[in-house]
């Protein structure tokens, strides 16, 4: 079965710093989503990769798809507070469904 | 309100119990799921439904079971809770499948005693 790793696991960055969340497979990439959770809500849709090399953005978060690697990136660029929570990617399995990683917990101090 | 709701939003409940948590979806989508997010685990399928009256089992079922008589609602039953059903339910909806973007509802945070 697809296992999806994310590093790293939590993450704590000051107000104004970049950072990169990866989401690694173990099989070939199909399509990588992006969600993001708040704490103690549901997840919110980010943004879909399904083409090797594309690379998509929104507002201050841009994401990758390295197909090679079998390798998603996700990148925050001068991070605010609002942009703490939990970054999940998500792959879609061999049943059509979707497999998500562990996630990864962000802290923005101010 | 439009929107995907799930309730109870927590719920406390003794092993052997029967538990049912509520998701309903305003937008008419076709596809519903049921996650669980347990740490250590990320988020995992339960099941999921294409239409009214059609459900399949995802990657962790046992225990579960599901119906979808309308369109709208997507109730999961936990037939006798065990400890191990201790954990954070989601409910999703998407317009065309799990490859579309998915609307998620709250969570119910449930613990089996």
């Known amino acids: 079965s697809q296992e999806l790793e994310q590093s790293p696991q939590s993450l704590i960055v000051q107000e104004g710093k970049n950072l990169t969340i990866n989401c690694t497979s173990s099989?070939?990439?199909?399509?990588l989503y992006w969600y993001k959770q708040k704490y103690g809500e549901g997840l919110i849709f980010l943004m879909m990769l399904q083409k090797g090399g594309e690379e998509k953005s929104h507002e201050k978060i841009t994401a990758k798809l390295d197909e090679k690697k079998q390798q998603s990136s996700l990148h925050i660029t001068a991070s605010q507070p609002s942009h703490a929570g939990i970054y999940l990617c998500g792959a879609l399995n061999a049943g059509n469904m979707l497999t998500f990683g562990g996630g990864t917990r962000l802290m923005v101090k101010p | 309100d439009a929107g995907i709701t799930q309730s109870p939003r927590y719920k406390i409940t003794e092993t052997g119990r029967q538990v049912t948590l509520m998701c309903h979806q305003t937008w008419s989508h076709s596809y519903m799921f049921w996650y669980r997010q347990d740490l250590g685990h990320g988020l995992r399928l339960i099941y999921y439904s294409a239409a009214a009256d059609i459900t399949d089992k995802g990657e962790v079922s046992d225990g579960y079971v599901v119906s979808r008589s309308k369109t709208e609602n997507f109730p999961l039953t936990l037939e006798s809770a065990t400890r191990s059903q201790t954990s954070v339910y989601f409910c999703?909806?998407?317009?065309?499948?799990?490859?579309?973007?998915?609307?998620f509802g709250p969570g119910t945070r449930l613990t089996v005693t």
């Open positions: 099989k070939t990439l199909y399509g």
């Open positions: 999703a909806s998407s317009e065309w499948g799990a490859d579309y973007e998915q609307y």
